[in-house]
């Protein structure tokens, strides 16, 4: 089934190519767009490309941002959502129309705590019942909340 305007996985500042190849291969899957907001912990050169696995990567629409407040700019509000392990509100409970953005943050500091402030009420979590455990991997989290925004749009 497609979508006719795609969903779009928004990564501010990557750091862990194997996250970023995985996420790549789940946009690519999916015709979603992927968008990397710089500055990026690696290099996306031929060489780093094939070690993180991404033979594929000319199959995935990829966006660059120079920084986290010209994308922001660049995109309406209401289309924007965060996701932190920074807030009890589940990602189940959002809306989600084609067009979106879903935005994660670095792997080892998540978003930014004035993005955090400012967009307090877009932000969304995946629940995790057991409290020893800090977080989800970066990509398995990037696809859950994908396919429920493809679900919730098929």
């Known amino acids: ?33 992927l968008h990397l907001v710089r500055p990026l912990g690696f290099s996306t050169d031929d060489k780093h490309l094939k070690r993180a696995g991404l033979d594929y990567w000319r199959f995935v629409d990829i966006h660059y941002w120079e920084s986290l407040d010209i994308f922001l700019t660049a995109h309406p509000e209401n289309k924007l959502f965060f996701f932190t392990t920074k807030t009890t509100a589940s990602y189940t409970q959002a809306q989600f129309h084609p067009g979106d953005f879903l935005i994660f943050g670095k792997e080892t500091k998540g978003l930014p705590e004035d993005v955090l402030q400012l967009y307090h009420d877009r932000c969304y979590t995946l629940p995790m019942p057991n409290p ?10 990037a696809g859950i909340v994908l396919y429920e925004a493809l679900r919730q749009n098929w």
Not at 7 to 29: H, K, M, Q, W, Y
Not at 132 to 141: D, G, P, Y
């Open 1 to 33: 089934m497609t979508i006719p305007t795609p969903f779009n996985i928004v990564l501010i500042e990557p750091e862990i190519p194997p996250n970023t190849g995985s996420i790549a291969r789940l946009c690519g899957a999916t015709n979603t767009i």
């Open 132 to 141: 020893n455990i800090r977080s989800l991997n970066l990509a398995m989290t």
